[in-house]
């Protein structure tokens, strides 16, 4: 899946194909201006002031309290990108905003909307990063309780869409009963795999400032003391040993080096029962840069800026679980999020 320049009628392709189409203004300009339109509509609440009914520029302007001239200039905009439709003068919801971005819906992306504004602020590190070669480290670049409450929301939109389809696919050994989620924030992951798995319990380990704004998310799941945060660092905690039945750490590696993985591994692999299982889940990209892909290729220097690393290709993961003593399985693929992928090892 990849954004670029598509014509909208037949001279448009036409140009298009014979190359005389400039299109860095379509990737820079209009790439920035689709986003933060879009970021903008659901910051202010546009999407959810249409969620019952079609509006008008002034109805619209009166529920989100800005001014009427410049919302129906915004209104105007996001039908011209296909997130509104407009009919005498009323807007109303396209199918694409429905389903992602209002609040409360099994696929809303709306928390992750808000939270772009912050990864939107990191990009501004790239220049530095690139001269220094020093990154952000995003866990101690965000300095508010706030900042701490939009990112734990943001990761946990994205996770809730992903979760069914990670507690179907995710192995799981039979009669298995504790599960560690390290950095599992909301914990959506380990709340689906126990509603899956009705002899499995959950231990989140995450930082403070994570379990802090997390815990209520977790609360609404009504989950009790089946999945329970514990408030830690898993490069410091001690892990236990042959303790746990399934290790399972989302989005989290690409925080840490190649060094700081591998000794992750190998304190992992001490702590799985036999018959265990080590699941490690990341945005992955092909080790030929020209196969990774837009997304691959992209997310990898936003990474890299954002973090101590970047993103791993998957024989890099599985090694790291080969040599901790652990089995690779071969990787598994998601359907509901192109790009994310789950590397799983055994212990033997
Ligand atoms: C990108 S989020 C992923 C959250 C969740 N696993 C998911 O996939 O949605 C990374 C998480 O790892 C946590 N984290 C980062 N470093 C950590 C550490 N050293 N120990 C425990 N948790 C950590 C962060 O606080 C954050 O909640």
Redesign the pocket.
């Known amino acids: 899946m990849k954004l670029g320049a598509i014509p909208e009628n037949l001279i448009e392709r036409i140009l298009l194909a014979s190359g005389v189409v400039p299109t860095p203004l379509i990737d820079t300009l209009i790439a920035m201006l689709l986003a933060r339109t879009v970021m903008v509509g659901t910051k202010l609440g546009v999407f959810q002031a249409l969620a019952l009914t079609a509006l008008t520029a002034d109805e619209v302007a009166s529920h989100c309290l800005t001014h009427p001239e410049t919302t129906q200039k915004l209104l105007n905009a996001l039908v011209g990108v296909g997130y509104l439709r407009v009919d005498n003068n009323r807007y109303l919801l396209a199918p694409v905003a429905r389903k992602y971005l209002l609040q409360n819906r099994p696929q809303s992306l709306h928390e992750n909307m808000i939270f772009r504004f912050l990864e939107w602020a990191a990009t501004e590190h790239y220049e530095d990063f690139l001269r220094s070669g020093k990154p952000l480290d995003i866990?101690k670049a965000l300095l508010s309780n706030e900042q701490w409450r939009l990112?734990?929301r943001g990761?946990?939109s994205?996770?809730k869409t992903l979760a069914s389809e990670v507690a179907q696919r995710t192995l799981v050994p039979q009669n298995a009963r504790d599960m560690l989620?390290?950095?599992?924030?909301?914990g959506?992951?380990s709340v689906a795999l126990c509603r899956r798995h009705p002899k499995l319990r959950a231990v989140i380990?995450?930082?403070p400032?994570?379990v802090e704004q997390?815990a209520p998310l977790l609360a609404q799941e009504g989950m009790g003391e089946r999945v329970i945060h514990r408030v830690?660092?898993?490069?410091?905690?001690d892990l236990g040993t042959e303790a746990w039945d399934l290790i399972f750490?989302?989005?989290?590696v690409?925080?840490?080096d190649n060094a700081t993985n591998r000794e992750l591994a190998r304190r992992v692999a001490r702590a799985l029962r036999v018959g265990g299982v080590f699941v490690i889940?990341e945005v992955t990209q092909d080790r030929v840069p020209k196969k990774a892909g837009q997304f691959g290729a992209l997310m990898n220097l936003f990474f890299s800026v954002t973090s101590q690393a970047g993103t791993w290709l998957l024989e890099e993961i599985a090694d790291w679980q080969r040599q901790a003593g652990l089995v690779p399985l071969k990787p598994i693929q998601f359907r509901s999020m192109p790009g994310v992928w789950q590397q799983t090892a055994v212990k033997r």
């Open positions: 866990h990112y734990q990761m946990g994205i996770a989620d390290i950095g599992g924030s909301h959506y992951y380990l995450d930082l400032e994570a997390a830690g660092n898993t490069l410091t905690d750490i989302a989005q989290v690409h925080h840490f889940q």
